[in-house]
C-alpha cells in the first residue's frame, strides 16, 4: 500500500517562495505520475501539477509559471516548488501517485496528511 508524507509549506508572505515536499513509500514510484493537488474549506480539491513517470510537466493554468514540479526516483519523492505565491493559493496541498489516469482524476482510495501553506498578504 502506498503511504505518502507532504512536509514543507508554513505561513509566508505574498510573493515568497516555499517549497513541498512529499517521499511515498510502497508502489512503484518511477512508473507512475505523481500529482500536487490542494484543498480549501468548503471547495473542492483540485489538481494543481502533474509529472508523468517520463517527465514533462502539466500544470494548471493559475499557476502556470509560478509553481514547478519536480520528481527523485532514487529517493522516490516529488517536489513542488512555489513561486510569486498570491493568498488564493492558501491550501492544504496533497501528494499522490499512481497510473496517470488516476492521478489526472484524483481518484485515489488514502491520501497522506497534507501539508498546510498559508499565505499572508
Known amino acids: 500500500q502506498v503511504q505518502l508524507v507532504e512536509s514543507g509549506g508554513g505561513l509566508v508572505q505574498a510573493g515568497g517562495s516555499p517549497s513541498v515536499s512529499c517521499v511515498v513509500s510502497?508502489?512503484?514510484?518511477?512508473?507512475?505520475?505523481v500529482g500536487w493537488y490542494r484543498q480549501t474549506p468548503g471547495k473542492q480539491g483540485e489538481l494543481v501539477e502533474y509529472?508523468?513517470?517520463?517527465?514533462?510537466?502539466n500544470y494548471l493554468d493559475s499557476v502556470k509559471g509560478r509553481f514547478t514540479i519536480s520528481r527523485d526516483n532514487g529517493k522516490r519523492m516529488s517536489y513542488l516548488q512555489m513561486n510569486s505565491l498570491k493568498p488564493e493559493d492558501t491550501a492544504v496541498y496533497y501528494c499522490?501517485?499512481?497510473?496517470?489516469?488516476?492521478?489526472?482524476?484524483?481518484?485515489?482510495?488514502?491520501w497522506g496528511q497534507g501539508t498546510q501553506v498559508t499565505v499572508s498578504s
Open positions: 509529472i508523468p513517470s517520463s517527465g514533462g510537466a
Open positions: 499522490n501517485t499512481g497510473r496517470l489516469t488516476i492521478v489526472v482524476a484524483g481518484d485515489f482510495r488514502s
Open positions: 510502497g508502489g512503484f514510484f518511477s512508473l507512475n505520475a
